[in-house]
């Protein structure tokens, strides 16, 4: 029987795909580190994981079929067991007469074909499909599979250590024993897969949250959470025990909240962690944040911005001082703008540093620093020595209290220019705010320069996005001009977006220019909503209709535009 790793060597090079030297290189590291070679030669960027599996479909003769294009009946994706096609990487897509057509990731697996062949007793057809898209599939049409393999590993436990689990709660366990248990194959693994789902479910964060009786785990989608199968209530210590090991922190400590971070290596990727621990009623609560960077998109013209808007935040970040000031809830991007708006900025004559807590991507070129509050250095006290190392431009992670924004204030003044968060929900609020926290309304007039107040509103997936037209009384109530050509999209659900019809986010915004009437508003004390009229007379596109004009153009749906912003009256 011929495999595949041979029939792949022999078209690779017979096509001229790769070169000998690469493929003697793929299996050098295949021998060292294991795994499949058409991975490795991916990995190693030598062709794109589309073109490979197209020219095995060329070069084996099995037609190719794209699985996120199409939609399977679930009724024939019960002919096959959940842990065989996990195990063989296959998934069932039609049944005509007595033969089952076989999407597989190695079609010239035999034993798959005669393991099948024999189950369920009919004649397959394999066709080649990428690994990718079929573990997807797999996730989504057995929804119990992940259920499975959590099964398996609880069972992997010792009786000993399930009686240790189980102890009652007043007993508790000791540091000793919760070290043994999240050292165990079980405890990793559940937690490597844990990680594992959430990274190619390109979650952004991971709740591990215990009940009375019940353990829930859910991921942060597109930024909409949705529960996953979870493990027993039994595995809490050991799966929380294993996380603060990874974050160098005290296993020993339940009574108080603890922050910790960690990296590690998941899908041929490093991906840093973010940790907070919060003690709750029934256990420690784990709250993890997945700073992904393959995932980030750190370029101000890529982050869904309308044009008018990236010129205007280009144009005043290119300023000699002042203060821009970047609202939103959290979750809604933040970060991510100032980190673009420093790349856009970051030049050799120019000297920039920050301070975060902590720091969530390393920029070259840009000095990062952590605050550290539990030993004194907090956002002010980094500020003030900050000020002494001749900066040009500061970024600071999060204005949270007056001591904060009064050197802020004060740098701006002095010829810095400061970048900065705020948590308000719209642009004008970000004025009150600040008045609220004790800053005299002067000198908000003579230091701020710009707030920009954003939010992200999930796309459409462009897999199953289909066009609709809206009724009149939907139009008027959105205060939308609705012609006969007005055409709406929304997504169908579809294996690709997990059948939610979106896939990713974009970022919408409002920019508040800090101009001579708005600054005379501000020296009178007025209120958000009048700021806000001045502001949307001078041009300024609020949320509402900057997200209304991203659903005309098809990127987003209505219901994503009323889900996420407030209506401007």
Known sequence: MI????????????????????????????KQKGGRLSDIIVELKFIEKKDLV??????????????????IDPEIVKTIPPDIARNYQIIPISKMGETITLAMADPLNIFAIDHVRSLTGYKINPIISSADEIIQAIELYYPDATRGVIDDLVKELSTSTIEVIKQDKEIGLTDQELLNISQQAPAIKITDMILDKAIKGKASDILIEPWEKTLGVRFRIDGVLKEIPSPPKSMHASIVSRIKVMSNLDIAEHRLP???????????????????????????????????????????????????????IKKISKLPHGMILVCGPTGSGKTTTLYSTLKHVASPDKNLVTVEDPV????????????RPEIGLSFAAALRSILRQDPDIIMIGEIRDFETVDIAIKSALTGHLILSTLHTTTASGAIVRLINMGVEPYLIDSSLVCVLSQRLLRKICTHCKTAYHIEQEVADLLKIEKTKKTEFYRGKGCPQCFNTGYAGRLGVCEVLLITPAIRELILSRSQEQVIKQQ???????????????????????????????????
Do not use: C, H, W
Not at 549 to 558: M, V
């Open 258 to 312: 603890q922050d910790g971070r960690f990296k590690a290596k998941i899908a041929n990727r490093e991906v840093d962690f973010r940790v907070s621990i919060l003690p709750a009623s029934f256990g420690e609560k784990v709250a993890i944040r997945i700073l992904d960077k393959s995932q980030a998109t750190l370029d101000i013209d890529k982050l869904g911005f309308d044009k008018e808007a990236i010129e205007k």
């Open 360 to 371: 969530e991507y390393q920029l070259e070129g840009i000095n990062q620093v952590t605050a």
């Open 3 to 30: 495999s595949l790793k041979e029939r792949l060597t022999e078209i690779l090079i017979n096509n001229k795909i790769i070169s000998r030297e690469q493929l003697d290189k793929a299996l050098e590291v295949q």
């Open 535 to 569: 502001a949307r007379k001078e041009g300024m596109k609020t949320l509402r209709e900057t997200s209304l004009e991203a659903a005309i153009k098809g990127l987003t749906t209505l219901e994503e535009v009323i889900r996420v912003t407030a209506p401007d009256d």
């Open 54 to 71: 197209f020219i095995l479909s060329e070069g084996l003769g099995f037609p190719l079929i794209d699985l996120k294009r199409f939609k």
